[in-house]
């Protein structure tokens, strides 16, 4: 679905992606793991067509995607930190982006109302707390029943309750065979949801397996003790 | 019409900046007019004023807003939205509102006190002038990503065209008062948008006769109408460029 090629970025002389090539198919659900700064971001910003990449090629459905603007309905992305017009409502946001969009698909409005944002539609966005503009990119993120989910950091800065009632909503996605791409770097609440790690360092890809292959390589139950032990070992090396 | 000029036109319409740069053209114009029995003279007053205020606004709103939008054309390219429409979105909903407030501080009077040729050429250079300085601040707030610099570069710009230039213009003619530069200076005035202006009114007021040799060769080439399709024209150059290259630049951001 999403086809990576030599992907590379640099900005000024700070390379931050060095030819990265990636494949990712339907129906799978990645985790996009690494230290900070090591170019997740920038790669998905690069998916998205926010970042213009210096090298290399991406697809999307057999498509490139430079030039091209319409593969972008078929993504839901949460940002790491959404940033909205400061001046708007969450009820004008939603209904200028419903009718930006004019989707004929029905809507999926479960977070919305699991988040109870209703309630605070006509609050404006810049007295909003991070985890209340987390909640509505969330919302915005599942809203047109997008094929693929990007979700950047998505628990980060949202209460437990929360956290998991999205945690939740991406399992019910996931099982509906969409492809699911989350970075993060705390690993434990990720358990549950992944089928495969995508590794990166200083900009490039270190490995990309499945869960049953890391654990199987590295005879660690927990996946946070797996990737930690092939880290060692690298670092041993 | 296009729902992300309609956002832009309603959110800039809301904002009381735009609205308290309506009420003074409209107190400026309308006093200036009332104040004088002449309306020609009521014309020249305002041209002045018009022509320090008008690029001012234009360009230095434009560029704050254009920099306040970050979030939105943030929000916006992750839809599937192309990015040259969110630039030429915010580029008609600024020029259109703009010329909008415009039109009723300054057009209203001016159609009302002065309907004659001058009054609707002047009402047209003021709608090119606006516009001419909306795509200068395009052009400043692409070059940095640094919102005090693009301000910044944007007031410099004012100053260049609406002071600096006409010193450095004063200085090369006196400087070469000796040679025959007359004409080269028809051809200078066409690297500024608000001289230019000043100039296409200027040869269509009577004021002109007074205007000594310079004048004279000035009327021969504006007060004609190819002279005038001419500097029109250029007008029109002053908007494309800037705004073309911001366009381009637009297109190879990184956001």
């Not at chain 2, 040259?84 to 509102?97: C, D, E, M, P, T």
């Not at chain 2, 516009?131 to 410099?156: C, H, N, Q, Y």
């Not at chain 2, 007074?210 to 001419?230: E, H, N, P, R, W």
Request: aromatic share 10%; glycine share 6%.
């Amino acid at each position: 679905m999403i086809e990576i090629n030599n992907l590379s970025k640099s900005f000024g002389k700070l390379k931050v992606l060095n030819s990265v090539n990636l494949s990712c198919k339907q129906g799978e659900c990645i985790a996009l793991i690494g230290p900070n700064g090591c170019g997740k971001t920038t790669l998905i910003k690069s998916i998205l067509g926010m970042v213009i990449p210096s090298e290399g090629t991406i697809k999307f459905k057999e498509e490139y995607i430079s030039k091209n603007f319409e593969y972008r309905k078929h993504i839901g992305y949460m940002p790491q930190i959404g940033r909205y017009p400061d001046n708007m409502t969450i009820g004008q946001i939603l209904e200028m982006i419903k009718e930006i969009r004019k989707s004929e698909e029905k809507l999926d409005e479960d977070l919305l109302h699991q988040f109870k944002l209703q309630a605070l539609f006509n609050k404006r966005m810049s007295t909003l707390s991070g985890g209340t503009t987390q909640k509505v990119s969330a919302t915005l993120a599942f809203l047109f029943n997008p094929d693929v989910l990007i979700l950047d950091e998505p628990t980060a800065g949202l209460d437990p309750l929360a956290s998991e009632i999205l945690k939740e909503k991406i399992i019910t996605e996931k099982q509906k065979g969409k492809l699911i791409l989350i970075t993060s770097h705390l690993l434990s609440e990720l358990d549950d949801l992944i089928t495969q790690i995508i590794f990166m360092q200083d900009g490039v890809v270190q490995f990309h397996k499945t869960i049953d292959d890391l654990k199987s390589s590295t005879g660690e139950e927990r996946i946070s003790k797996a990737i930690a032990k092939i880290l060692k070992d690298r670092n041993n090396e | 019409m296009n729902r992300i000029i309609k956002f832009i036109v309603l959110d800039i319409l809301k904002n009381k900046i735009v609205l308290v740069y309506t009420i003074i053209l409209s107190i400026l114009s309308w006093s200036v007019f009332s104040l004088e029995d002449n309306s020609t003279k009521g014309l020249l007053t305002l041209l002045n004023v018009i022509l320090l205020t008008v690029p001012l606004v234009s360009v230095v709103f434009s560029t704050i807003y254009i920099y306040n939008s970050s979030e939105f054309i943030e929000l916006l390219l992750s839809q599937p939205i192309k990015r040259s429409k969110i630039w030429w979105s915010l580029f008609f909903g600024l020029s259109a509102s703009l010329l909008l407030s415009f039109f009723i501080g300054t057009g209203i009077p001016i159609l009302f006190y002065a309907p004659s040729d001058v009054g609707v050429m002047m009402l047209l250079v003021g709608f090119f002038i606006t516009t001419v300085f909306v795509a200068i601040a395009f052009l400043s707030s692409i070059i940095t990503r640094d919102k005090a610099k693009g301000i910044g570069i944007a007031i410099m710009l004012w100053l260049f065209f609406a002071l600096l230039f006409d010193g450095l213009i004063l200085f090369i003619l006196f400087q070469f008062a000796d040679y025959p530069i007359e004409k080269m200076m028809v051809a200078v005035t066409a690297f500024n948008p608000i001289d230019l202006a000043r100039i296409l009114i200027l040869l269509h007021l009577d004021v002109s006769a007074m205007m000594g040799y310079t004048g004279a060769i000035f009327k021969d080439f504006f007060g004609t109408s190819l002279g005038i399709v001419i500097a029109f024209f250029i007008l029109l150059l002053w908007i494309i460029i800037p705004f073309w290259i911001s366009l381009l630049k637009f297109k190879r951001k990184d956001l």
